[in-house]
């Protein structure tokens, strides 16, 4: 560990939670419909998107008419996307002549980029042509990442409203937000990274002959624009199969530093906005501050890991151990990869810029704690928030049944139908993630797949699930993913994660909307201040830390100490 | 129907994000980029004094003969530095295969030079395509690529600084050595006797 390590870990951090408050206070304008400066551009597109869809924007929603329009627009991309990935060996900009895929990886992929989680069971430079990338793949990072800030904005509203019943309009909300926020900052950062040598060409390959006279083919193709909202739209899904270890994606320090603060700031964003809308902005502070300490802790935590010696360096002759380099590229070494780690493990985007299957057990092993924490540290964009809010429901009536008094949150009494689609929230991610993997444990066709048996094998198959159903989408890269089973059940997964999560929030959201907004008094408990952020640590952490620490103590912890006797 | 009174918003919305985002978006960045960044746009190539291009400035390749500065071992592909299969080889720290893999690196590199060796010579990178080594696997090389040009140390590490990249801002990042940058500045320097 060096001191420039730590400065840099602390320096992408704090940048990256200041810029969540410009950006919030901006996506609040956007989500009240209120003047911006890109009006006279954006406006019109705007107005012909409602006209050519025959939507009225102003025509509020209840929650089962939002929660539809979210369910129908995920459907048709999912069919979109689907077809164009089975098809793609006859259409257009396909230079390298890639066939289509198979049913069960075009059934896991479109399912994959609709939700926002982005696994990849496939390569991309050696499976996707230029226009499944773009007109495909690039369509969803903006689509799913435009869903998830639209169901936030919708529930700012439900704690805003007295005794209301709308939620706002789902079309205008996607619209919205597509056209005055993940666009332009796209557009314009795109040009950034391209500065910095990130490709932008319809070409697919250039061939090289190399100093010594051998013959090397590099891969190309329009690179930039789907980088860049592949990170600001949390999606991670890469144009590569290395993902953001890939120079093309990440050529050097300054480009990680943005990719790093791109994934992770607008999330923060959103808590801020929700605190705008939902006239709440110190309780919303509380909220960053809990995302905050959670993914700070982690990436000390995994620096420290990554620094550690490995039985593999300290044994061969004449190495030295540390740090553990296996994965990680030099440009980047232990810190840029320490800290990228937790912030896309936290945020649920799951782009990588090293191998998480290389680290060190503990190391590794946080970034899947971070995952089972539920992605909300600052999760994904809009789902993070939701998830935030979710657990600060369970905090307030946690809180509640210790004093005997119904809780109330924002203003908002938190009665058995809340907390109950709170709960039902919470539950579907363990119970689909520790379901599948307790199959996947003992099933030969699944453990066919597997590269490591014992605890790590194990903690292969625990990363898989928690990263499909929590949307996350990195990986374990060993586990060989391109199978029927693993497809299909990556797949259930991630919708499961996705839908079965947002739908139990629209209806705790249409259930807030309809309660009358109460004023604080004495006996309500104080939502904003240190006593809280401690009591939502409290949850977070004994939610994700009980239900999952069985399987953690046989696969990371284990490992761990295994690690530790052979490193002697 | 409640659902089907979306059926008509869903349908167009996503034509309309697929032209949009998916067609306008990527195409106006192409256009644009070919035009104000043609290097960084198409991959930043770099080329001999015959135009052939001999590699990018930010992709790996392997490099054999003791005259040149040799790069990380590579995970991409059968033979490492496949830039059309990027990968990071995906061993666990416990995995024997890493041990076995790593062993045999190390007795070669040993017999080479009897300076410790950095641990980045040993490892695979993520991509399988890291385009530099550290500037203290570069400096264990000097000796090695000086005896088989015929060059001073001194200039072979003049020549490995000019390639070598410091932190931005000086605490973010690592420093690093582009190995193509060195192995061009070494042929147009000392060619090699025999090339091939």
């Known amino acids: 560990m060096t001191w420039q390590g730590w400065a840099e870990i602390a320096f992408t951090l704090s940048v990256t939670i200041a810029l969540g408050w410009p950006l919030g206070l901006y996506m609040a304008r956007v989500w009240t419909g ?146 005055y926020i993940l666009l332009p900052i796209s557009l314009v950062l795109a040009f950034v990274l391209l500065a910095q040598g990130i490709p932008q060409t319809l070409a697919a390959s ?36 290395a993902n953001s270890a890939h120079p093309f994606e990440n050529p050097n320090a300054w480009s990680n530093l943005i990719e790093e603060i791109v994934m992770n700031a607008l999330a923060f964003g959103v808590f801020i906005a929700f605190g705008v809308v939902a006239f709440a902005r110190k309780e919303a502070r509380a909220l960053v501050a809990a995302a905050a300490i959670i993914v700070s802790s982690a990436a000390a935590l995994i620096y420290v890991n990554e620094t550690l ?52 057990p503990l190391g590794g092993g946080i970034a899947l704690f971070l995952i089972k924490l539920g992605e909300m540290t600052p999760g994904g ?36 139908r809340e907390v109950k689609f709170a709960v ?53 890269a060993g586990l060989t993913a391109n199978a029927p089973w693993w497809d299909t059940t990556l797949g259930i997964a991630m919708g499961l994660g996705r839908f079965a999560y947002a739908i139990p929030v629209l209806a705790m959201a249409g259930s807030i909307a309809a309660k009358p907004k109460l004023a604080p008094t004495a006996g309500t408990l104080p939502t904003n201040g240190l006593q809280f952020v401690l009591l939502l640590l409290g949850v977070i952490l004994i939610l994700g830390g009980l239900q999952y620490f069985p399987p953690l103590a046989l696969g990371p912890i284990v490992e761990h100490f295994q690690m530790l006797s052979a490193n002697r | 129907m409640n659902m089907l009174q979306h059926l008509r918003p869903a349908l167009v919305m996503m034509v309309l994000f697929t032209v949009v985002t998916g067609v306008v978006y990527p195409l106006v960045v192409t256009g644009v980029a070919q035009v104000a960044l043609p290097y960084q746009a198409n991959g930043s190539l770099l080329k001999d004094a015959h135009g052939q291009v001999v590699g990018s400035a930010l992709i790996g390749q392997n490099f054999a003969g003791p005259g040149y500065l040799h790069p990380r071992p590579s995970a991409a592909g059968t033979n490492g530095y496949d830039a059309t299969n990027s990968s990071g080889s995906n061993l666990g720290p416990m995995d024997k295969k890493l041990a076995d893999r790593i062993n045999g690196d190390a007795k070669t590199l040993n017999a080479e030079s009897s300076a410790p060796i950095p641990a980045d010579a040993v490892t695979t990178s993520g991509s399988g395509l890291d385009p530099d080594v550290t500037p203290a696997n570069a400096a264990r090389q000097i000796p090695r690529i000086a005896k088989a040009r015929g060059m001073a ?44």
């Open chain 1, 34 to 179: 209120q003047k911006t400066w890109l009006d006279p551009v954006a406006h019109p597109i705007e107005r012909g998107f409602y006209a050519l869809c025959g939507v009225k924007p102003d025509e509020g929603q209840g929650w089962l008419g939002y929660a539809s329009a979210f369910l129908m627009f995920s459907g048709a991309g999912f069919l979109l996307l689907y077809l164009i990935l089975r098809v793609q060996g006859v259409l257009p900009l396909n230079p390298l002549h890639f066939a289509g895929m198979s049913p069960h990886l075009a059934f896991n992929t479109a399912i994959s980029f609709v939700t926002n989680t982005n696994w990849q069971s496939y390569a991309g430079e050696s499976t996707l042509s230029n226009l499944s990338q773009m007109a495909g793949l690039t369509v969803q990072n903006f689509a799913s990442a435009a869903a998830g800030i639209a169901v936030a904005a919708a529930l700012a509203r439900a704690f805003a409203a007295n005794r209301g019943e709308k939620l706002g309009n789902f079309w205008a909300d996607l619209t919205r937000v597509t056209l």
């Open chain 1, 206 to 241: 250039v061939d090289a002959k190399t100093l010594e006279g051998a013959k090397q083919t590099l891969v190309v193709g329009p690179v930039a624009s789907q980088e860049i909202i592949k990170q600001l739209g949390t999606n991670g899904g890469g144009f590569f199969n």
């Open chain 1, 309 to 360: 010696p490995t039985p593999a360096l300290v044994h061969a002759q004449h190495v030295v151990a540390t740090p553990n380099m296996e994965g990680k590229e030099v440009r980047f070494g232990a810190p840029s990869s320490s800290v990228w780690t937790a912030m896309t493990t936290g945020a649920s985007d799951g782009g990588v810029n090293a191998m998480h299957e290389s680290y060190t």
């Open chain 1, 381 to 416: 964009v809009g789902s993070g928030l939701y998830g935030m809010v979710v657990m600060a429901i369970i905090a307030v009536f946690v809180a509640g049944l210790m004093v005997g008094r119904t809780p109330e949150y924002l203003g908002k009494k938190v009665e058995a």
């Open chain 1, 424 to 476: 039902l929230a919470t539950l579907i991610l363990p119970t689909a993630l520790l379901g599948f993997a307790a199959i996947a444990a003992v099933l030969p066709e699944a453990l066919k797949g597997l590269s490591a048996n014992g605890p790590h094998g194990l903690t292969e198959i625990l990363y898989a699930y928690g990263s499909a159903v929590g949307n996350n989408g990195s990986a374990f």
């Open chain 2, 153 to 196: 140390n001194d200039a072979v590490m003049a020549i490995i600084g000019r390639a070598t990249e410091q932190p931005a801002l000086g605490f973010i990042g690592q420093p690093h050595v582009n190995v193509l940058l060195v192995n061009r500045a070494l042929d147009a320097v000392r060619p090699l006797p025999h090339r091939s």
